[in-house]
């Protein structure tokens, strides 16, 4: 006889229960990837290789799942950093040890096979032998003692030999029940042994019962499933009892295992309920991702709190009940599915802002030319800062960028504006030293400034005090707090053109011409344009004051008094056009600076 292959498989897995319900549970997703790999290849070291082949599935399982996570943050991160999911490939490092540990297994399981399915062939022919055997022996012209002898022994190679395949089980174990109620009830055997054999059996089947009726009380439903297995077939290996015990010892077995696997049951139907109860949620919290898949996304940071939440959800969907396998098939179809969706729309977002990127970055290389040329360039620091000032606003507003992407630009602006401030803190620093010093200096020559006598010469005077303006703008700057020591000064030269009686006229071109000289002395475009500006306006109200008088003049009649409020107009015109002329003389020489 040939074994099905299918069968044998059947078989060895039926085998192997009692070692899966006497190994302890471990939770492998405690481990580590190199823990699992280590772990791994001590089992595939066991004899009995279908012993562990539950332990090798939930090792698998939980590798994948830990490497595959770390390929979805992998490939996220790759996607984030303007990746395309089409160039995207890799391969976690350890994938490719587990998958050769992971062959071995499977030759070792296929060798296993082929070996049990010779050793059911065997014990096939072995069993058939024994059914042979006994039925020869009932006709043999033997003592009764010599043939019990025989028949126990019989019995007892029976019990020793293995078992056959699945296919073969029932039929031969009914041949063999066959043969032996056959060598009970028609061989002519002492009473008094038979009853002997009966009652011995009897015993066994009432422990059996007994064990079957214990397992009401266990709690692992498979461990209940394994061990009334178990019993069964150790029902079949006892023989007969006496013939009007038979159907009430067989009821009371019978009604053991109905209760227990009325149980069972019960167990899977409320499981099958919680999985279908799990499927549901697990669709509803893919109904969540796929509401979030069709917002409106139009930033970096709105992906990445979007991504947040699928990912919570996609925890919060690991969590979810066990389902039978048709459930979970179809439920993590549905997860990859909606999950896909997702990562491909924002996908074509980064394809999409790949490009604009591309400006962005120009847009930042530009920027950060300005401000290291900026550093060196010959202008007031005051322009230079509102220049700096634009530039960080502009910076701002240039666009978000990967930090793959951003980070080297960024570090190339910072650098450029760090060397600007730091620039203009070392200028001022030197700058209020100077203006310390210019400022001891000045307080000295203020007093002698105001130890100044006029001589009776106007003209050498004048003269005197031109000089003392000019040492004074040479000295240069004192620090605005200190700027008294400025009005002290100019108290005391308006002091002398006062006690002098300088004309009004006089007087205010030599200011005007000391302040040109200081404008001169500081460079100070500022400033200088400020002070252009001020002549300008006063230029158009002077001129619409002069265009007010020649509309009105226009009106005067002839007569005494009209005539003399005409002449004092016309005075006021040409008054205010030699003011005019002479503001557009100091216009021009501003201009000239």
């Not at 062959?103 to 024994?130: D, G, P, T, V």
């Not at 040329?373 to 960080?392: F, G």
């Not at 203009?424 to 307080?443: T, V, W, Y």
Request: hydrophobic share 30%; aromatic share 10%.
């Amino acid at each position: 006889m040939t074994q099905d292959s299918n069968e044998v498989e059947k078989e060895i897995k039926k085998q192997d229960i009692v070692n899966k319900n006497t190994v302890i549970e471990i939770d492998y997703n405690l481990y580590s990837h190199h823990e699992l790999l280590h772990k791994l290849s001590e089992l595939i070291t066991t004899e009995n290789i279908y012993s562990i082949t539950k332990s090798i599935d939930a090792i698998k399982a939980v590798f994948y799942k830990k490497i595959n996570a770390e390929k979805d943050v992998h490939k996220e991160e790759y996607l984030k950093n303007e990746g395309s999911i089409e160039e995207y490939k890799f391969v976690h490092p350890l994938e490719k040890d587990f998958k050769k540990l992971f062959s071995e297994f499977r030759k070792k399981k296929a060798e296993y096979r082929e070996k049990i399915e010779l050793e059911f062939a065997k014990n096939l022919k072995i069993k058939n032998q024994i059914i042979k055997d006994i039925e020869s022996i009932i006709s043999d012209e033997e003592t009764i003692k010599e043939t019990f002898e025989k028949f126990r022994a019989l019995q007892d190679k029976w019990r020793a030999t293995g078992e056959v395949g699945i296919g073969y089980r029932n039929d031969i174990w009914k041949s063999y029940h066959h043969q032996v109620e056959k060598f009970y009830d028609f061989i002519k055997i002492n009473n008094d042994l038979r009853d002997l054999d009966f009652d011995r059996n009897l015993k066994q089947k009432n422990s059996i019962c007994e064990q079957a009726e214990a397992l009401m009380k266990e709690k692992s439903i498979n461990k209940v499933h394994t061990e009334l297995q178990l019993l069964h077939e150790k029902w079949k290996e006892v023989g007969p009892v006496k013939r009007e015990l038979r159907e009430e010892i067989w009821e009371r077995f019978k009604e053991a295992t109905h209760k227990l696997n009325k149980r069972r049951n019960k167990h899977f139907l409320d499981l099958k309920e919680k999985g279908k109860k799990s499927f549901e949620n697990k669709s509803a919290i893919c109904q969540k991702i796929t509401t979030l898949t069709e917002s409106e996304v139009k930033s970096h940071n709105e992906w990445n709190n979007l991504t947040s939440q699928v990912q919570e959800l996609e925890a919060e969907w690991k969590k979810q009940a066990p389902m039978s396998k048709e459930y979970n098939k179809a439920a993590w179809k549905i997860l990859r599915d909606t999950l896909s969706n997702f990562y491909a729309k924002k996908n074509e977002f980064y394809k999409e802002k790949k490009e604009e990127n591309k400006q962005i970055i120009q847009n930042k290389i530009v920027l950060c030319e300005k401000a290291e040329e900026l550093v060196n360039s010959e202008v007031s620091w005051k322009e230079k800062t509102d220049k700096v000032n634009k530039l960080n606003e502009d910076w701002k507003k240039s666009g978000y960028l990967p930090k793959s992407q951003s980070d080297k630009l960024w570090k190339r602006f910072r650098s450029a504006m760090d060397n600007f401030y730091d620039s203009k803190k070392s200028f001022f620093k030197k700058l209020d030293k100077e203006k310390a010093d210019n400022l001891a200096k000045k307080e000295k020559f203020l007093k002698t400034v105001q130890k100044f006598k006029l001589s009776k010469d106007k003209k050498l005077n004048l003269n005197a005090l031109e000089d003392f303006q000019k040492e004074w703008r040479s000295i240069g700057y004192v620090t605005r707090e200190k700027n008294h020591t400025e009005d002290d000064f100019r108290k005391s030269i308006d002091g002398f053109y006062k006690e002098m009686k300088v004309d009004r006229k006089e007087l205010i071109d030599i200011k005007f011409n000391n302040k040109l000289e200081t404008l001169k002395a500081k460079s100070d475009s500022f400033a200088i344009n400020k002070e252009k500006q001020l002549i300008i306006n006063k230029i158009k109200d002077l001129q619409k004051e002069v265009n007010q008088y020649e509309t009105n003049i226009s009106f005067f009649g002839s007569s005494k008094g009209a005539d003399k409020l005409k002449s004092q107009i016309e005075k006021k015109i040409e008054s205010g056009k030699a003011e005019i002329d002479s503001l557009k003389d100091k216009l021009k020489q501003l201009n000239d600076l």
